[in-house]
């Protein structure tokens, strides 16, 4: 049995050597001095089903107490100390550390536990520029309740779950300000106008607080001012051998103009291309759309009455599709274009997903609402989208995998019990770790954050003509925040940590949608009856007017911005201080050594 | 005679008591162990002038080499090492450093030594808490040449000239375009937009590559990976007595919300005040104008004819009081605020003049150009301001002060030549540093960049009407920087460096101006008559197509914006390395402590 608690299962390919599994294992288990790693790894014994097809080279893999403490220490990791402020945590000074109790056992999280083995593993490779074999696979002990995301699922997911919470919170005022305008059907000038600057006064603050809130949180774990290691090469990236010019270690290098060419000449025209293919296919639904209208214009019968459905129902399907295959074209260009690093990586990948995904689902609403100008199928069709999508995507996220996962684990029972005979409901440790082996893999917040950007943009977009948006909006997102948890617990692998400090590039992202929405509210205010009433002889006056507001309003959210600090004062003061007293500390260090050095000289 | 050389003059007030001098001496000349400066000071004997009046509390100021240098380790001053990457200097290798040579004479520029003995004196004064009486002046030596700003003035001055410059040479492509749109009187649709696209592309452009040039010298000179030590409180500040949250130290507190009332409460109403006031100025003049060109057309005359130029004339000179007046009351109002730190009362300085100025030298354009949208009056009224306004600021800024001082100079030889014979011109020490006195004081590089702002905005905002605005102030540039230099040389006592790393705050102002000239070019664009006949039957249209034209081109400029990284690559890399080698550094460190110390046990 286990006499360590394993942190993380290495899986090696079965066909694996057996020399070269030895060697691993000897410079896993060596001690430091003679540069292994130090952890604890043992065999997972054969699984009940004596299959040939089983793979035997699963290893569980922990470390000592000592062990993870000068990890810790190595990584840097930030730790709140007796005085309330954050330091980086040393071995030496470790009973200094508020949470710092006995030896030391529940100081660090789950999540940072593993963290610190990752990088013990892949400073391993790093050293000796040699590669695992397989891949290393987290997935024990999947999490009972959304309790402590961050101590078990670390700061990345923890982030986004936060964002989430935080952009549902947010949505309330505005859900409850929609709804009188739903209700009583409110229009007008002033009504409009008044909801237009809440509208774009409400992201920018939103957003804003959003990074002093993340900034806050990061604190809080230590990330805001842990500083970041040199980002080793992504694995997938390869080049001529040569010296880096940072480190001086050897590792491949790729021309950036090389890159350049790639991203320029390749993939902008392809997304371009899928740009133009999106286009038409909307211009044949919107035909479709009519035809279909006018044959049941003509003769209303039964029959034509469900084909009025159809247009929607290939065009949803459609979009999906291309959603789908456009995905993996650009996953598979940002891997051609062959990026260093992993950050860069995922930008490159974010925004051409992000700007394919923006078209398809928000280019038939801009055509409806200022090609058409028909504002009420923009309010029906943004309803249609809206709450489909929402459903569909749920379903198939979190519920489908599931009840993939629960046959597998049923048919595994099953098997377990034949042979052996299951006092409780729970697998033994070696069946669940196999067990889990099927279990999909999570590729990141990628997924959940674009379904976010997408949902705030039907809110901010057209929220002056479809105000009740925000309500659905802030009731999907309360379920959302159970499936997203619940598939995460039930559905994928655990994931690897990552310790964010803020939501990254999606920042930018959300930041950049709430300033559209500014052009698009003012648009569809100057567009409205209403408006047009108050300047019944120049349609010139109006135009002008609109776009002076649109100007001013673009001003005014650009010096709000600029106004609201990204990080809060109190959290800048602590920050300004920890640095003020390193300086100082340095100071001391430095007198007290020319001081010494003066002595030995006399 | 000397014995040392003096870097900079300490002048007491007369009246100081002779027990407070003898004391502040006394700290200055102690060595560092008791506390004090361990710099040379000398009195300045008396001159040739025996007038009662005359003040005898004047100092020269001067140190040891051995002083120079653990100062400059103090401060953290940044030299180019062997490798030539740039490290923070330090006495115990200070031969690894690549221009040190011998006993390290000419290894530190004037204005370093000079910065290193003014921070020694504020840190004298900050650690005891005591007031300096009267004040520091440095006004010796005044150079001859412009070959070394940085290393005579200080990185300040030198970004100064360096923008200054590089604005010229980046204006010149941009006149060499304009002239002949102006020679052959090109006008048209497509030549038009050809020029805004250019003017759009250019000025985001270069403001791009300005930062990275910035970044370039401030990496040459040291100052851009430089750690900022913390802002003392500027001398104005007041408050209550309390304890620094950051530093622990004593010093006034001032609470934060007080000064945000006085900010939105006091000063925002006054500034937008001056701004109606202005606009009535402006709308008298423009009254008085079309009264003189009534009276010119009834009966032309040579009388009437003088008179025309009247309004004009009561304009400029009513629009210099009040920019006068009002700089006044910026900066009584920005005192009065209470700023804890110098870089925040700069930056509310600037902001206000800013707008003031702006709107002083470009209402009267913009409402010529969109309210009367008369382009031949705007033409001839901007080619008017403009040389006009330059030519008196360069007789106003240099060459009047520098007569006065002209003349008290020739005085001062007159009555030195009544005591003693002077073989050549020059005046001896004690006569020149007492001559100096009577010299401006240089109030920084304020009105220079405002001045260069103002320019800015003449070339981009009205480019398209007005292409040759960048050949006059290409010409004025060039007259502009020897004027300057003549200026800093001969007018104004020498300030006191300024280590700067960027242009700070104007960089934000000049991209400001970049954006709206996209606003202002678009508009002027869509205002052309050639324009207009693309559009016969409707001006919705054609003002639709200028407003999405414009937002595609703020869209494009905010990307290139984004495209182009702030520093170049070659320095992310050097600034990179140096990073991960001080990482590795300490790494390396700590294991040797840890080796030592399991040594120690066993």
């Not at 019968?301 to 650009?330: D, H, K, Q």
Request: some cysteine; charged content about 20%; aromatic content about 14%.
């Amino acid at each position: 049995m286990m006499t360590f608690t394993p942190l993380l299962v290495l899986e090696l390919a079965s066909d694996t050597k057996k020399e070269a599994i030895a060697w691993l294992l000897s410079r896993m288990r060596d001690q430091q001095q003679n540069g292994g790693a130090e952890l604890i790894v043992e065999q997972l014994g054969p699984g009940v089903s004596t299959q040939e097809k089983e793979n035997l080279n699963i290893f569980l893999v922990g470390a000592s107490r000592q062990r993870l403490l000068s990890g810790a220490e190595e990584i840097g990791f930030f730790k709140e100390f007796k005085d309330g402020s954050m330091r980086a945590f040393t071995c030496t000074n470790k009973y200094d550390f508020k949470d710092f109790k006995g030896d030391g056992d529940s100081f660090f999280s789950v999540a940072e536990c593993q963290y610190i083995i990752k990088h013990e593993l892949d400073t391993l490779r790093a050293k000796d520029e040699t590669h695992v074999p397989g891949y290393t696979q987290a997935k024990l002990y999947p999490g009972k309740s959304l309790n402590d995301i961050r101590h078990y699922y670390g700061e990345g997911q923890a982030l986004y779950f936060g964002f989430l919470q935080y952009f549902t919170f947010a949505l309330v005022p505005f859900a409850v300000i929609g709804v009188p305008y739903y209700m009583f059907d409110w229009e007008g000038y002033d009504k409009h106008v008044v909801l237009a600057v809440f509208n774009l006064v409400w992201c920018t603050v939103i957003l804003e607080l959003w990074k002093q809130f993340s900034a806050s949180l990061a604190y809080r774990w230590g990330t805001l001012s842990r500083k970041k290691a040199f980002e080793e090469p992504r694995p997938g990236f390869h080049g001529i051998l040569g010296f880096n010019p940072v480190t001086g270690r050897e590792e491949p290098l790729y021309p950036n103009t090389k890159r350049q060419l790639r991203i320029y000449f390749v993939s902008l025209p392809f997304v371009l291309l899928c740009l133009y293919l999106s286009f038409c296919v909307m211009m044949v639904y919107f035909q479709m759309e009519s035809l279909v209208l006018s044959i049941h214009d003509e003769d209303p019968t039964f029959c034509s009455g469900v084909l009025l459905f159809i247009p929607s129902i290939i065009y949803a399907v459609v979009i999906e599709i291309m959603n789908f295959i456009y995905r993996y074209a650009a996953e598979f260009l940002t891997e051609w274009e062959n990026h260093r690093l992993e950050s860069s990586y995922q930008n490159h990948l974010v925004l051409k997903v992000l700007v394919f995904n923006f078209f398809n689902c928000f280019a038939s609403l801009f055509f409806i609402a200022f090609i058409m100008q028909d504002m009420v199928l923009l309010r029906q069709s943004l309803a249609t989208l809206l709450i489909t999508s929402q459903i569909l995507n749920q379903f198939m996220e979190a519920f489908l995998p599931y009840w993939f996962q629960r046959r597998r684990n049923k048919m595994m029972i099953h098997k377990v019990r034949k042979i052996r005979t299951l006092e409780d409901k729970e697998l033994p440790l070696v069946e669940q770790v196999r067990l889990e082996t099927y279990m999909s893999t999570y590729l990141g917040t990628f997924d959940d954050y674009l379904e976010l950007f997408l949902l705030f943009g039907y809110v901010s977009l057209f929220s002056c003509v479809y105000p009740l948006a925000a309500v659905l909006v802030v009731l999907n997102n309360i379920t959302e925040v159970y499936s997203d948890a619940f598939k995460m617990c039930h559905v994928f692998k655990r994931p690897f940590t990552d310790p964010a400090a803020d939501i990254g590039v999606w920042q930018l992202a959300f930041e950049t949608m709430s300033v559209i929405a500014v052009v698009t509210n003012c648009a569809l205010i100057g567009m409205s009856p209403h408006v047009k009433a108050y300047f019944p002889d120049s349609e010139t006056q109006l135009i002008l007017w609109t776009v002076a507001v649109e100007h001013v309003l673009l001003a005014f959210k650009f010096i709000l911005t600029f106004l609201i600090p990204d990080v809060p004062k109190h959290i800048q003061i602590k920050l300004a201080r920890l640095e003020f007293e390193s300086q100082e500390a340095l100071k001391k260090k430095k007198m007290l050594e020319a001081s010494e050095l003066s002595k030995t000289i006399q």
